[in-house]
């Protein structure tokens, strides 16, 4: 099968969320089992010049936004074994960031015109395009209107996957025949709850609906996680399904990522002192064996980070060190500055999205605390697991899928149920009595580092469903 995988983000050219990895390194899995899919992402200017100069001019073509012709660029990389194709356009692409702008609606309603017109333009026919989130998901939309019958578009089947539901691409009406040119008729395909919606319009018009984990497939039929689109997901439960993302063993790999001190491995694991040792050191906090809690997140309100507020104080009793790396809302960051002063040998925070620093804090810490009050999937407690760094999880999406407390059978790590600080604290203070136990946090760690959590399963699952529509 071909497959043609569209996002706003990928590894190693651009991220800036768990979308890049998955795009990263989905597409690799499924080619490993005899399979031909290619990625496309926008060229932004923030990729780095290197991967640019890596790149290879394949042709160009115009697209049609609004009244004016757009250039875009078709550029070819590869990456993983994989082909990526990068669309240019300096106007929409060459700016400081990736989204927040005036016009990110038209950004992308340039980027999902451009991926359908540039199969025109490849020596690549798609029998599947997967578009993901938001910013691809016109790609359906346009597919359905303008595209289905024209010559050489014919029988292609769409996918649309959510990673996460709160972003929906939300504009006002006035959008429909202005920006995103879809026909009067039409506009009931994007219209909800008086607004345009991208994802909505997606949900209408793909074949199938993936989402990053089986639970969060259930959750956003409920209106506490489905951010208003609860009701159409409902109607369309028939084509919804879950499937849990994995992680690259090659990319996340104690044994030989080059960003850590020391490497380790589950049969050897001296390394892994070495990392939490050095780790404090540059960090500035004092030395010695309590145990560190590494955070490394988005500071938004749905990662739980009012529940850590909250139980602050009552976190440091218990003689835990926080190592923090993260940017986001600026209540959340001032709060941890706050603590950082407070607590300078115990609390070390890093405002930033620091790659090497954040694979530092995977080695070096002892515990990965994750109190989401969402998760999709989350991949960091994955990735956590496979430096033998213990996850403190809340039972939502994707961590309930992965995470199991170790108080049952086959556990790898610590959960609580409620979003509720005290819960989150129990789950804690449970942990802190497990890890003077050395014996058994060793085999907790040794546990978790043999685990898979690789794209082997899932990888069949999208094939199975690419090949079932
Ligand atoms: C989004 C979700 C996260 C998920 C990732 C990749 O960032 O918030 O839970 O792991 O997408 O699918």
């Not at 919804?240 to 063993?249: E, M």
Request: with cysteine.
């Amino acid at each position: 099968m071909n497959i043609l995988y569209a996002s706003s983000e990928a590894v190693p050219f651009i991220a800036s969320g768990g979308l890049a990895d998955v795009a990263g390194s989905l597409p690799a899995a499924i080619n490993a089992e005899g399979h031909d899919c290619r990625v496309v992402i926008p060229l932004y200017s923030a990729i780095k010049q290197e991967l640019r100069d890596s790149l290879k001019y394949v042709t160009e073509f115009s697209v049609d936004v609004a009244w004016r012709k757009q250039y875009c660029g078709v550029f070819e990389g590869t990456a993983n074994g994989v082909t990526y194709y990068l669309l240019d356009n300096e106007y929409y692409f060459s700016r400081q960031g990736l989204y927040g702008f005036y016009d990110d609606a038209e950004r992308f309603v340039f980027f999902s015109k451009a991926v359908l017109e540039f199969i025109n333009y490849i020596s690549f026919k798609p029998d599947v395009i997967n578009t993901n989130d938001w910013q691809t998901a016109l790609v359906p939309v346009y597919y359905n209107i303008y595209y289905k019958y024209r010559p050489g578009y014919e029988d292609i089947k769409n996918v649309f996957t959510i990673h996460n539901i709160q972003y929906q691409g939300k504009y006002g009406t006035e959008l429909i025949g202005e920006i995103v040119d879809i026909p009067l008729y039409h506009s009931n395909i994007l219209e909800y709850e008086g607004c345009v919606n991208f994802m909505k319009g997606a949900i209408e018009c793909a074949d199938k609906i993936t989402t990053v984990s089986p639970s969060y497939a259930k959750e956003i039929l409920y209106s506490w996680y489905g951010h208003g689109l609860d009701k159409i997901l409902s109607e369309k439960q028939y084509k919804l399904c879950g499937f849990l993302n994995g992680i690259d063993n090659n990319i996340y790999n104690p044994e030989t990522d080059k960003a850590l001190y020391a490497n380790y491995s589950v049969d050897n694991k001296a390394g892994k002192a070495i990392c939490k040792e050095k780790l404090l050191e540059d960090l500035g906090l004092a030395p010695g064996k309590e145990p560190v809690i590494g955070i490394v997140t988005r500071f938004v309100s749905h990662k739980g980070i009012d529940l850590i507020k909250y139980v602050f104080k009552d976190i440091i009793d218990l003689g835990y060190k926080f190592v923090i790396l993260g940017s986001g809302e600026a209540i959340y960051e001032n709060f941890f500055k706050e603590m950082m002063y407070r607590y300078p040998e115990r609390v070390s925070v890093t405002i930033g999205f620091e790659p090497e620093l954040a694979r530092k804090i995977y080695a070096g810490a002892d515990i990965f605390l994750m109190p989401s009050e969402s998760e999709p999937c989350g991949l960091a407690q994955m990735v956590a697991l496979r430096y033998g760094t213990i996850p403190i999880v809340r039972e939502t999406g994707g961590l309930k899928d992965s995470i199991v407390d170790c108080g049952g059978k086959n556990g790898n790590g610590f959960t609580f149920k409620t979003y509720n600080a005290h819960d989150m604290l129990g789950a804690l203070i449970r942990a802190r009595g497990y890890y003077d136990k050395r014996m058994l946090w060793g085999k907790l760690v040794s546990h978790g580092m043999r685990e898979d959590f690789s794209w082997n399963n899932s990888a069949k699952l999208y094939i199975g469903l690419y090949s079932n529509i």
